[in-house]
């Protein structure tokens, strides 16, 4: 079955506790991206990459970091999180030359 | 910047009547428009695509209207059923750009 899967789906960690949300798709997409939502404010962009090694802000990008390498994975690292980082996040998969997200789960995250 | 608008934040129907959702945008140049379904706990899926050329399009008992004009375009929802309960999220693509413009959703209750 065609996917982005996100893990762990819920997380309640400690301001200061490093952590990875990983995303996994398995469509083959070339670009993938992390968004976090807010009440009231919608999906807003935190990080991008168009392929592999190529990755870029998006627009609330402070307090997060970003890898890819390999094609298919797309982790999210908070190093030192802090409560204002307490969100649902989104990890979307886009195909080459289309413009329709495929989106994993959500991961809920709370710190406290 | 580009920007997107939807209107109301949230409605309550009954089961069986009709509704309709609203959506403002600004991007520039435009692609296309899509809406997005989603469910509680859920990632958003993508329901309709309308692109400059296209008016109105139905899917099931959604059917989108696009005014590229006056940029507007209107997600109607017929004999709604409870499992219609969702937030529905207007997203609009610029030409040539993989980054998304999303508005902040709209969400729809529907009781017995």
């Known amino acids: 079955e065609a996917q982005v899967t996100q893990n762990p789906r819920y997380l309640i960690t400690v301001t200061g506790k490093k952590l990875t949300v990983t995303c996994s798709q398995n469509?083959?997409?070339?670009?993938m991206s992390w968004y976090r939502q807010d009440p009231g404010l919608g999906l807003r962009q935190i990080y991008y990459?168009?392929?592999?090694?190529?990755?870029d802000k998006g627009d609330v990008p402070e307090g997060y970091k970003v890898s890819r390498k390999e094609k298919r994975n797309f982790p999210l690292i908070l190093e030192s999180p802090s409560p204002n980082q307490t969100s649902l996040y989104f990890c979307?998969?886009?195909?080459?030359?289309?413009?329709?997200?495929?989106f994993g789960q959500g991961t809920r995250l709370t710190v406290v | 910047k580009n920007q997107v608008e939807q209107s109301p934040q949230s409605l309550i129907i009954l089961e069986g009547k009709n509704c309709t959702l609203q959506?403002?945008?600004?991007?520039?140049?435009?692609?296309?428009l899509r809406w997005y379904k989603q469910d509680t706990g859920r990632g958003p899926v993508s329901l309709t695509i309308?692109?400059?050329?296209?008016n109105t399009k139905s899917n099931g008992r959604y059917t989108a209207t696009l005014d590229a004009d006056t940029k507007q375009s209107s997600l109607h929802i017929t004999a709604s059923q409870l499992s219609d309960s969702a937030s529905y999220i207007c997203?609009?693509?610029?030409?040539?750009?993989?980054?998304?413009?999303f508005g902040a959703g709209t969400t729809v209750t529907v009781r017995a």
């Open positions: 979307a998969s886009i195909p080459f030359g289309h413009t329709e997200a495929f």
């Open positions: 469509m083959n997409h070339e670009y």
């Open positions: 990459s168009m392929n592999v090694e190529v990755t």
């Open positions: 959506c403002n945008y600004t991007v520039s140049p435009f692609s296309n």
């Open positions: 309308m692109t400059f050329s296209e």
């Open positions: 997203v609009v693509s610029a030409q040539n750009d993989y980054k998304l413009s």
